[in-house]
């Protein structure tokens, strides 16, 4: 039986194939942007790989920036979604917030391309974030996660520091964030690369740990 295009079922397959096509698009996007950054990188370059048109991305997307902005909303998405997955409810305090530590950390060490995203965007004094509706609220669910363990760590007895939940975000993101964006300055300085495999449990370890002894109030006078 032939499926009209008009039918439901072939706007459904149509609709499924554009999302498909916008999806290889970003991916490949992501890519080059990190590689060479916003100035750098070339939609010929990005259509050459997709062995498409820079005018089907144009289609897509409308133009450079917007791909570059979707791009980044993308990445900023990946990243919410895996602190979605800690379970506040039937997690004590003090692991639920070493998971997100632990969590956020292996997120980054297994996607190099968003921390140099972030670089490049903060080279850009975050000028494109700002223009994403999309980016504008997206970094709320986490501060909600936060709150809600600091809040029961509070309640428990667990935490005794004083600090918001972006501050704790803060500490979270720069250890993870330093260790990859900062692995070759910090190999020709100190002669280790904080990113080989022998260094990455100690690592993991530390953050949560880090995280863990800063709310508990150990080491602070207190």
Do not use: W
């Not at 039918?7 to 698009?25: C, L, Y």
């Not at 990188?41 to 791909?67: H, N, P």
């Not at 993308?74 to 409810?89: C, G, L, M, W």
């Amino acid at each position: 039986m032939t499926v009209s295009a008009s039918s439901p079922s072939g706007a459904a397959d149509r609709q499924r194939d554009a999302e498909r096509t916008k999806a290889e698009i970003l991916e490949v996007a992501q890519q080059e942007f990190a590689r060479h950054g916003y100035a750098g990188a070339r939609v010929d370059e990005i259509a050459a790989r997709m062995r498409t048109t820079k005018r089907m991305i144009y289609y897509y997307f409308g133009s450079k920036e917007r791909l570059y902005i979707a791009v980044l909303e993308k990445a900023y998405a990946e990243v919410r979604a895996v602190e979605r997955t800690v379970d506040v409810h039937h997690l004590a305090p003090v692991e639920a917030i070493r998971t997100l530590a632990e969590l956020t950390f292996d997120h980054h060490d297994a996607h190099r391309d968003f921390i140099k995203l972030v670089a490049i965007e903060n080279i850009h004094q975050a000028e494109h974030i700002r223009k994403s509706q999309a980016l504008a609220g997206l970094g709320t669910p986490v501060l909600d996660l936060i709150g809600a363990i600091l809040d029961a760590g509070t309640a428990s007895g667990d935490f005794v520091t004083e600090a918001d939940a972006i501050d704790v975000h803060m500490l979270i993101s720069s250890f993870c964030f330093f260790r990859v964006a900062n692995q070759h300055t910090f190999e020709a300085l100190f002669g280790r690369d904080m990113t080989a495999p022998e260094h990455r449990d100690r690592l993991r370890r530390m953050v949560g740990e880090m995280i863990v002894a800063y709310l508990r109030g150990q080491g602070t006078g207190s």
